[in-house]
């Protein structure tokens, strides 16, 4: 997974993973989905990032599986 900002655009996209897109959604004004062709997503678009998210304060937390 690999998410990158535009600041220049104020665009951030999110890969998920690098599956061919075979189709490309619209959310809504702000947001692109792309998908494999299974239908899987593939990535995601943010325009106007700074006022949809809360990119300023992207952190990543990965937690170790728990065993009970």
């Known amino acids: 997974m690999k998410v990158t900002?535009?600041?220049d655009t104020?665009?951030?996209l999110v890969c998920f993973n690098?599956?061919?897109i075979v189709e490309t959604k619209d959310l809504n004004n702000?947001?692109?989905i792309e998908l494999d062709q299974n239908g899987n997503l593939v990535s995601m678009t943010i325009e106007?990032?700074?006022e949809?998210?809360?990119v300023s304060s992207f952190s990543?937390?990965?937690i170790d599986?728990?065993?009970v």
């Open 30 to 32: 702000n947001t692109i």
């Open 65 to 67: 599986k728990i065993e």
């Open 5 to 7: 900002y535009f600041d």
């Open 60 to 62: 990543f937390n990965k």
């Open 18 to 20: 690098n599956n061919p």
């Open 52 to 54: 949809q998210t809360e």
């Open 10 to 12: 104020d665009t951030l």
């Open 48 to 50: 106007h990032a700074k």
